[in-house]
């Protein structure tokens, strides 16, 4: 069981640059969700998913996308990589809503300059 | 709207001192309320998780406290030792459901031989 993983572990993107990052979980949780953490601050909520084919904006949606077509895997897309978008961003899971942890993965480190 | 306020930011202690880390949240209308510690350059680890009807939940030298009614958590941490170090976030989901969560910005703990 590899839990939450999550590819690249690091990139240097260049302004206007696009990526995808993976997240791939093996546990069949329904829920999924992107976070990003900024240096000193805690993670703030990109996009989540409730299963597949749904999915659905967070508290900073602007400059993502996500796509969901399976259980297990959920990428988060940068289309325009902007410096303010500098950060490390970590997939999670969850089985459900009914107050269960999420399981994080452990985070890509994206410089854009 | 849900914020969540850490105090304090940092804290550097000898080992063998038990420790208290803060948690204060505005939205008193939460289900749950969860600790993660997150270790440099990795992503988070579940601790401890308190359902609304709960009032404490304990793992080994690690006790959480919730109190619904002051918008309050804390972090009890016994005999504190170095492999400790490390940064606790608490998490406190968005109202309208899905397992949302709304992060505080951590404690940076260092505990030192």
């Known amino acids: 069981n590899a839990g939450v993983t999550q590819t690249p572990k690091f990139r240097i993107l260049k302004i206007g640059q696009s990526m995808t990052l993976q997240c791939t979980q093996d546990?069949?949780?329904?829920?999924m969700y992107w976070y990003r953490q900024d240096p000193g601050m805690g993670l703030k909520l990109i996009y989540y998913?409730?299963?597949?084919?749904?999915?659905d904006k967070g508290e900073v949606p602007n400059g993502y996308n996500v796509s969901r077509s399976t259980t297990e895997d959920f990428p988060l897309r940068l289309e325009l990589a902007a410096p303010s978008q500098t950060s490390v961003y970590f997939c999670?899971?969850?089985f459900g809503q009914g107050g269960e942890t999420q399981y994080f993965g452990p985070g890509t480190r994206l410089l854009v300059l | 709207k849900q914020e969540v306020t850490q105090i304090p930011a940092a804290l550097s202690v000898p080992e063998g001192e038990n420790l208290v880390l803060n948690c204060s949240f505005t939205d008193s209308a939460i289900y749950n309320l969860q600790w993660f510690r997150q270790d440099p350059g990795k992503g988070l680890t579940s601790l401890l998780l308190i359902q609304s009807s709960q009032r404490e939940q304990t793992s080994g030298r690690l006790n959480a406290s919730l109190d619904k009614s002051s918008g309050r958590s804390t972090l009890y941490i016994a005999a504190s030792q170095p492999g400790d170090s490390a940064t606790y976030l608490c998490?406190?989901?968005?109202?309208?459901?899905?397992?949302?969560?709304?992060f505080g910005a951590g404690t940076r703990l260092a505990v030192h031989p």
């Open positions: 998490a406190a989901p968005i109202s309208g459901g899905y397992n949302k969560l709304i």
């Open positions: 998913s409730v299963g597949a084919g749904i999915t």
């Open positions: 999670a899971s969850s």
């Open positions: 546990m069949n949780h329904n829920y």
